[in-house]
């Protein structure tokens, strides 16, 4: 099957899963339950999520900003202008152009270079929402076969083991890495240089920053759910963290909608709490997060030249 073919059926299974998920949704929200919690709301928890917000992007642009300047001189702005184009082409785009849109809107290193650092910071990210989910899903209470309970374990145990190597011994990882070989070719070549020129230091910023990101945005829903029922704070908190893992392991989403509030909205109705306040939480969240950064973005994508869009070049 060729790549192209393949992209297609990637694509029309996201939608496929769009059209799915708009239909539970439909058929499972009673929608005046879900307006009344939104008109009765404490408004004290709104503001504190909506502060979390605030502090979680902070450190997102940060340590975008961080990671550009070890190789170029980058304002905050910029840095910020970088990630908010790359959000709106990761909802125009079916394909996840978002991922490495960023490179788009950094004019001073060459794209392959900032495609890879885009690389490094996903990497960090994924490590940190799927240890934390795959160690949250051990203690849901379901029974699970003593075979998953040590693939579980093992996986775990796999990505602290990764993330022990990049921030610990950068070296060892590159070495272990090298032995891949479509890493060494193309985008995966860049990617390998990246982690041979880091180092310990710097890679510990980055992990800090990624941490401190992903507790400030847990945060930001923990608040948001508990501004619509105010005792919903641990099932907020094992929900959220457990339904970034599923995102995160099964990345078919539509302008970034899908897997995330469906499981969210099934993970409350589970532990008996209503799945509008999953939902209205969600909505939250995607409108903040997602949707304000995109349409921020649409006045450095709205600028962009045809030779902006030339991969590789400077």
């Given at each position: 099957?060729?790549?192209?073919?393949?992209?297609?059926?990637?694509?029309?299974?996201?939608?496929?899963?769009?059209?799915?998920?708009?239909?539970?949704?439909?058929?499972?929200?009673?929608?005046?339950?879900?307006?009344?919690?939104?008109?009765?709301?404490?408004?004290?928890?709104?503001?504190?999520?909506?502060?979390?917000?605030?502090?979680?992007m902070f450190f997102n642009i940060a340590k975008w900003r961080f990671m550009l300047s070890r190789h170029i001189p980058v304002s905050f702005r910029d840095a910020a202008r970088s990630m908010m184009g790359g959000y709106t082409l990761s909802l125009l785009t079916p394909a996840r152009l978002g991922e490495v849109g960023r490179c788009f809107f950094v004019p001073g290193l060459e794209k392959r270079k900032t495609v890879s650092l885009v690389g490094i910071d996903k990497m960090f990210n994924i490590s940190i929402t799927t240890f934390l989910g795959v160690f949250f899903l051990q203690f849901m209470p379901l029974k699970y076969p003593l075979t998953l309970?040590?693939?579980?374990?093992?996986?775990?145990?796999?990505?602290?083991?990764?993330?022990?190597?990049?921030?610990?011994?950068?070296?060892?990882?590159?070495?272990?890495?090298?032995?891949?070989?479509?890493?060494?070719?193309?985008?995966?070549?860049?990617?390998?240089?990246?982690?041979?020129?880091?180092?310990?230091?710097?890679?510990i910023i980055i992990f800090l920053m990624t941490l401190a990101m992903y507790l400030f945005y847990l945060l930001e829903f923990i608040f948001f759910s508990m501004a619509l029922a105010p005792g919903s704070f641990i099932v907020a908190l094992n929900g959220y963290v457990i339904s970034l893992f599923l995102k995160t392991a099964l990345p078919l989403t539509v302008a970034d909608w899908g897997i995330k509030e469906v499981s969210l909205m099934e993970f409350y109705m589970f532990f008996g709490l209503s799945s509008e306040i999953a939902l209205g939480a969600a909505l939250f969240i995607y409108f903040l997060n997602i949707l304000l950064p995109a349409t921020l973005g649409l006045a450095p994508v709205l600028k962009l030249k045809k030779g902006d869009l030339l991969y590789g070049k400077k």
């Open positions: 099957m060729s790549e192209r073919s393949t992209k297609i059926i990637i694509n029309m299974a996201k939608v496929l899963i769009l059209v799915v998920v708009v239909w539970y949704i439909i058929i499972e929200i009673d929608y005046k339950k879900l307006l009344l919690y939104i008109r009765t709301m404490e408004l004290h928890f709104f503001l504190i999520a909506i502060v979390a917000f605030s502090a979680g309970k040590i693939i579980v374990y093992f996986f775990s145990l796999f990505i602290l083991t990764f993330i022990i190597l990049y921030t610990r011994y950068p070296k060892v990882l590159y070495r272990l890495l090298f032995r891949i070989p479509f890493l060494r070719k193309g985008k995966g070549e860049e990617f390998l240089i990246a982690v041979e020129k880091s180092n310990k230091k710097d890679n």
